[in-house]
């Protein structure tokens, strides 16, 4: 093969992240799962350092330009593009705690998986009040597919995820824990459970941890989360104009982008500037302008908006929708990192989480080059 010039490094892992890529050997690095809650359909693959989520089980993925090579058993392989090498990646290696079971038999990669390469990551409750139906759910979202096939169960207790966090770090060497929960029944909006696992996993180990969860209608919630060890916060827009919210999250869209906000201004005096976050899914129809618009919103605020590329899910209703192109990306990413380097809001400053993590997207990348 000719070795060809590779493309700088958040270009070559946009172009990854929207056409994904191809494995001569589909066992590659850690076992990967089709569909189930995010991010599904994707291997952990580190390129000059960043460790990204790549789509491998995609529509898109399986047509790519991107081939990898099967790896050596240390986990090193060749990227290519059209028949020409790119250079050097690698798959992190099958994490040790997922060996381990629980006294009762549930193996602990049922309870929480390691993200990107030194994540830990778990969905507390793996049932939502939106996903009861297709006229409510989220178009994106494959929460209830983790549980029907078995990979997972419907509760993990506070108990069993401060035995799997403390082995985690232990065995494995990681470094900060997201939890998210799918939305349960009443006003807390899940505080309250992701509270009660937060004081559980601090009292086994010392590990940073970001919740996830909707707004909660009564403010007081960030101060119970905060007070239980929780270090980060996300609370996820996913999409930004009215009628797309609408069309793509029925259910979610109820609440409204004024609550967001509201609640972002009250979470940011509990966790402090950059600790507060949310997630943009780039590529469900939200224009540039609208996406760029929101984020000095939200920057201004205090909330780092973690802009990533839409990736279908198999079994989902968007499971055939196309990603957004490179350049889309490009885009939005070049100047949201400008935005977040001048306000003094980074990916390296966030405690805990996925903003933290930035395996989703090439954001961080961009923030590092403004910063070398």
Same mark, same amino acid.
Request: charged share 20%; glycine share 8%; with cysteine.
């Given at each position: 093969?000719?070795?060809?010039?590779?493309?700088? *490094?958040?270009? !070559?892992?946009?172009?990854?992240?929207?056409? &994904?890529?191809? !494995?001569?050997?589909?066992?590659? $690095?850690?076992?990967?799962?089709?569909?189930?809650?995010?991010?599904?359909?994707?291997?952990?693959?580190?390129?000059?350092?960043?460790?990204?989520? #790549?789509?491998?089980?995609?529509?898109?993925?399986?047509?790519?330009?991107? @081939?990898?090579?099967?790896?050596?058993?240390?986990?090193?392989?060749?990227?290519?593009?059209?028949?020409?090498?790119?250079?050097?990646?690698?798959?992190?290696?099958?994490?040790?705690?997922?060996?381990?079971?629980?006294?009762?038999?549930?193996?602990?990669?049922?309870?929480?998986?390691?993200?990107?390469?030194? #994540?830990?990551?778990? *969905?507390?409750?793996?049932?939502?009040?939106?996903?009861?139906?297709?006229?409510?759910?989220?178009?994106?979202?494959?929460?209830?597919?983790?549980?029907?096939? &078995?990979?997972?169960?419907?509760?993990?207790?506070?108990?069993?995820?401060?035995?799997?966090?403390?082995?985690? %770090?232990?065995?494995? $060497? +990681?470094?900060?824990? +997201?939890? *998210? *929960?799918?939305?349960? /029944?009443?006003?807390?909006?899940?505080?309250?459970? @992701?509270?009660?696992?937060?004081?559980?996993?601090?009292?086994?180990?010392?590990?940073?941890?970001?919740?996830?969860?909707?707004?909660?209608?009564?403010? &007081?919630?960030?101060?119970?989360? /905060?007070?239980?060890?929780?270090?980060?916060?996300?609370?996820?827009?996913? +999409?930004?104009?009215?009628?797309?919210?609408?069309?793509?999250?029925?259910?979610?869209?109820?609440?409204?982008?004024?609550?967001?906000?509201?609640?972002?201004?009250?979470?940011?005096?509990?966790?402090?500037?950059?600790?507060?976050?949310?997630?943009?899914?780039?590529?469900?129809?939200?224009?540039?302008?609208?996406?760029?618009?929101?984020?000095?919103?939200?920057?201004?605020?205090? %909330?780092?908006?973690? +802009?990533?590329?839409?990736?279908?899910?198999?079994?989902?209703?968007?499971?055939?929708?196309?990603?957004?192109?490179?350049?889309?990306?490009?885009?939005?990413?070049?100047? !949201?990192?400008?935005?977040?380097?001048?306000? $003094?809001? /980074?990916?390296?400053?966030?405690?805990?989480?996925?903003?933290?993590?930035?395996?989703?997207?090439? !954001?961080?990348?961009?923030?590092?080059?403004?910063?070398?």
């Amino acid at each position: 093969m000719e070795t060809a010039t590779r493309p700088s *490094t958040e270009i !070559l892992i946009n172009e990854l992240q929207s056409f &994904g890529a191809r !494995l001569v050997d589909p066992k590659a $690095g850690q076992e990967s799962r089709r569909g189930g809650a995010g991010p599904s359909d994707h291997k952990p693959m580190t390129i000059d350092g960043m460790t990204v989520m #790549v789509p491998v089980h995609t529509a898109p993925a399986f047509e790519s330009p991107y @081939l990898v090579e099967k790896p050596d058993e240390t986990g090193k392989s060749r990227i290519s593009r059209d028949g020409q090498v790119l250079g050097e990646v690698s798959f992190p290696l099958r994490p040790r705690f997922y060996e381990r079971s629980t006294a009762d038999g549930i193996p602990y990669s049922q309870i929480a998986v390691l993200h990107g390469r030194d #994540v830990l990551a778990t *969905t507390v409750l793996q049932t939502c009040i939106r996903y009861q139906s297709r006229t409510k759910t989220c178009q994106f979202c494959a929460i209830g597919q983790s549980l029907a096939a &078995g990979r997972t169960i419907a509760h993990k207790t506070p108990e069993q995820l401060a035995e799997v966090a403390k082995a985690a %770090v232990e065995l494995d $060497g +990681v470094r900060h824990m +997201v939890m *998210t *929960t799918g939305t349960p /029944k009443g006003s807390d909006r899940g505080a309250a459970i @992701l509270a009660d696992s937060a004081r559980a996993i601090k009292a086994a180990v010392d590990l940073p941890i970001q919740a996830q969860c909707e707004p909660p209608e009564d403010d &007081g919630w960030f101060q119970v989360m /905060k007070d239980a060890g929780v270090d980060a916060l996300g609370m996820h827009l996913e +999409v930004v104009t009215p009628e797309v919210r609408a069309r793509i999250m029925p259910g979610k869209a109820q609440v409204s982008i004024e609550k967001y906000m509201s609640s972002f201004r009250a979470a940011v005096e509990v966790f402090g500037r950059g600790q507060v976050s949310t997630y943009i899914l780039a590529g469900l129809g939200d224009t540039r302008e609208a996406i760029l618009d929101i984020c000095e919103k939200l920057v201004a605020i205090g %909330v780092y908006p973690f +802009v990533v590329p839409f990736v279908p899910i198999s079994g989902t209703p968007l499971e055939s929708h196309a990603g957004p192109k490179p350049d889309f990306m490009h885009s939005i990413l070049g100047p !949201l990192s400008r935005m977040l380097v001048d306000s $003094g809001l /980074k990916a390296v400053d966030i405690k805990a989480g996925c903003g933290k993590c930035g395996a989703c997207s090439a !954001l961080s990348t961009y923030e590092r080059m403004l910063t070398k």
